[in-house]
C-alpha cells in the first residue's frame, strides 16, 4: 500500500508534535521552597475604649449589657482570636444603695442570660475558641437606688 505525500508529511507532523509534547512535559521542574509558619498568639482586641450600656437598669436588680457601638449598630465589646486564656484586672466601686454587684462575660448575640462567665479581677478566663464578647454587669440595690461608678476593665496574657 502506497502512502500520499500529504498522509505521509501529517503523519510525520503529528509524531515530531507528540515527541515535542512529551520532552516540553518531561522538562517542567519547580521546587517550592521550605516556609516557616509564625505561631498564632492569643490576644485580645477592643472594639471602643468607652463602653455603651445596651439596656436601662431596673429598679432593685438587674443586669446591664455592655458592648460597643458603630454608627447605629452594636458591636461586642472585645474579641479574643484563638483559644488561649487572659487575665481581667478591675475594681468596680459603689455607692451604698447598691447593695452587690458581679461582672461577666458572655458570647455576643447570647445576651446575659444564663450564658455568664463571671469574671473575678486578677483571676484568669480561658477561652476555648476564637469569639466576640460582651460584658454583664449583674446588680442588686435597696429601694433607695444608687450609683455604680465608672470602672476600667484590662485584659493581660
Known sequence: MKLSRRIYLLLVVACVSASASVIVYATVSQVFPAVTVPPLTFATHQNCATLNIQNTPPAGAGTLIGNCVSGTST????????????????????TSGVLTTQLGIAID???????????????????????????CLTYTASNTGGTINQFTVNWSP
Not at 458591636?75 to 459603689?94: C, E, L, Q, Y
Not at 477561652?127 to 460582651?134: L, Q, V
Request: proline share 4%.
Open 75 to 94: 458591636v461586642s465589646a472585645f474579641t479574643v482570636n484563638r483559644d488561649g486564656s487572659s487575665t481581667p484586672t478591675f475594681a468596680i466601686t459603689k
Open 109 to 135: 448575640g447570647t445576651g446575659c442570660g444564663s450564658a455568664i462567665t463571671p469574671l473575678a479581677s486578677g483571676t484568669a478566663v480561658s477561652f476555648t475558641a476564637a469569639g466576640a464578647y460582651i460584658y
